[in-house]
């Protein structure tokens, strides 16, 4: 029984469309970013995942420890149900939730709140300002960790933190020192150009070992600059952990020593991007299904809904891709659409009003801002309806 006809068999009883998560997929996934990561724990994405169940699912397993959330309300709810360790890695302007933090002892002690300037402790420092008593607030320093060359005429890697080098670093930990109700327990330095940037593209060999080249010359620089950091900042605090990497660079990131952490999420649904790295290979879980509502031609149907456009650069890679049954395309002149979306090709002509489409998305956790639960399928089996960040009536961005 191939992919399609187990879903469409475990699925027969929901009317698309609807959000679905192979069990088998995902474990194999999940075993596989835990040996890629040599025995170091690897803290769970949430924005990859929005679903508390599934969250949960993955923290059970082996080589999974902690959580990575993106937004200070989603860290103080997740707290509240009961998670301990959870690293805030983005920076915060919210007022009212860095109240709540500094008023709640048991949510400060499980969040680490990421910042990279003074200007962060400063307004941290006024939003909590009227909370009595005030419990200690945990810090993470987010660390630049793109490639710079050409003497900086050439940049690659997520624009983040102005904090580079180690004595700027360093300065800002001792800052921290220096401030009471603050405590500084981590760093993060994210490589984006390694970990979110596939080194086997479609298309140009030329351009594939270009990334190649630059990827190896970023982790070579990498290695040396947050080792310094390191050893510079717990010069000044006793820190608790020092989180790198992603998905695509979790076997990279841990071989180096100063890094105690791996950080990945994408890598549990593996979506449509990150089909093109050669260190792995992962097998898609989570698609979203949509019926056919129209046959406009032999070779075409319209299919409802689908334009679940990912974050990033807008192109084509953005797209969710028609994934089964195999073989179906976009309109060029339509793409994926808000209420409809045709698809061409010979796979069309064997669909009928009512079939269904999978698809995948381009990315991971943002296919749930779109469904209100996930759809937990195991061989042919649905086995359990969860719901989503959504479907619990979260939406926190």
């Known amino acids: 029984m191939d992919h399609r006809q187990r879903y469409d068999r475990a699925t027969a009883g929901l009317e698309p469309p609807f959000a679905l998560l192979d069990l088998d997929a ?50 103080l709810w997740l707290a509240g149900h009961g998670h301990t360790d959870i690293l805030l890695a983005y920076p915060t302007a919210d007022r009212q939730a860095l109240a709540a933090l500094a008023a709640d002892p048991k949510a400060a002690a499980s969040i680490a709140v990421t910042i990279d300037s003074a200007a962060h402790l400063d307004y941290i420092e006024a939003a909590v ?94 290695v040396l600059r947050r080792g310094r950091i390191v050893n510079a900042v717990r010069q000044v605090a006793d820190l608790e952990f020092v989180n790198g990497g992603g998905t695509g660079s979790v076997e990279r990131t841990v071989r180096e020593k100063a890094v105690t952490e791996v950080a990945a999420g ?83 002509e064997e669909l009928r009003i009512g079939d269904r489409v999978y698809f995948r998305h381009a990315k991971a956790g943002e296919l749930c801002e779109r469904f209100d639960a996930l759809h937990l399928v195991e061989g042919d089996t649905l086995v359990e309806s969860v719901p989503t960040y959504r479907g619990e009536g979260r939406t926190f961005l």
């Open 266 to 348: 994408s890598g549990l649904f593996h979506p449509r991007l990150f089909d093109f790295y050669r260190g792995f290979t992962g097998r898609p879980a989570a698609l979203f299904a949509l019926p056919v509502v129209r046959r406009p031609a032999r070779d075409v149907v319209t299919v409802l809904g689908g334009g679940y456009i990912a974050s990033g650069p807008t192109g084509p890679s953005r797209a969710p891709q028609p994934y089964l049954p195999a073989g179906l395309r976009y309109a060029p002149d339509e793409g994926a659409g808000e209420v409809q979306t045709p698809l061409l090709g010979q796979a069309a």
């Open 26 to 75: 995902l474990r194999a996934n999940a075993a596989d970013l835990v040996r890629r990561a040599a025995g170091k724990p690897v803290r769970v994405a949430s924005k990859s995942v929005r679903c508390r169940a599934v969250l949960d699912r993955v923290l059970a397993m082996d080589g999974f420890q902690g959580l990575m959330a993106y937004t200070l309300p989603e860290a």
């Open 129 to 222: 300002s009227g909370v009595r008593p005030r419990a200690e607030i945990k810090l993470c320093l987010d660390i630049d960790a793109s490639y710079v060359a050409l003497g900086g005429r050439f940049r690659a890697g997520a624009l983040r933190s102005p904090i580079r080098e180690a004595e700027q670093a360093a300065e800002l930990a001792a800052r921290i020192a220096k401030r009471p109700g603050f405590r500084l327990a981590g760093l993060l330095a994210y490589e984006a150009q390694i970990a979110g940037v596939g080194d086997d593209p479609p298309g140009s060999a030329v351009y594939a070992r270009l990334i190649r080249l630059m990827q190896a010359l970023s982790a070579r620089e990498l």
